[in-house]
Every structure is written in structure tokens, then in C-alpha cells.
């Protein structure tokens, strides 16, 4: 979820980092991180946080018949 309350901290989705590539963030505070690490001016934004993608649903259970309004 993007919004709960206990977010793990990293400065990839930090407000103060800035991604550089998929390994570093540019932090306005500290310079070049890794971007799994933090510091104590973490602020969290949910504007750079990616959602997981879900997977993708099966429907080979259902038959056609399932899918119509009619008899």
C-alpha cells in the first residue's frame, strides 16, 4: 500500500532524493546515496513510491456462458 502508516525508509522515495539510476539517489541533505539507505531527514513521498504490479487474473476456470446476460 502507498499510504500506510509504517513505511519502510529509503531515499529513493525520499522528498529530499532525486533517482539517478536504478542504484543511486541524489540527496539535497547528504549527496550521492545508495537508494535503499536513509538518513534521519527522511520525508516520505508517495508521489516517487512504485506500486507493485498485481498479477494477472486467470480465467480459464470460467466458460463463456458465464460471461452472458442471456439463457
Not at 500506510?4 to 539517478?20: D, N, Q, T, V
Not at 534521519?40 to 516517487?48: A, G, N, S, V
Request: proline fraction near 3%; aromatic fraction near 12%; include cysteine.
Amino acid at each position: 500500500m502507498l499510504f500506510r502508516k509504517k513505511i519502510e525508509r529509503a531515499c529513493s522515495y525520499c522528498a529530499y532524493g532525486a533517482k539517478l539510476d536504478e542504484d543511486t539517489c541524489l540527496c539535497s541533505k547528504r549527496g550521492l546515496k545508495n537508494s535503499s539507505d536513509s538518513c534521519r531527514r527522511f520525508k516520505y513521498d508517495p508521489c516517487k513510491r512504485v506500486p507493485f504490479k498485481s498479477k494477472a487474473l486467470d480465467f480459464s476456470q470460467f466458460k463463456d456462458s458465464d460471461f452472458s446476460l442471456g439463457e
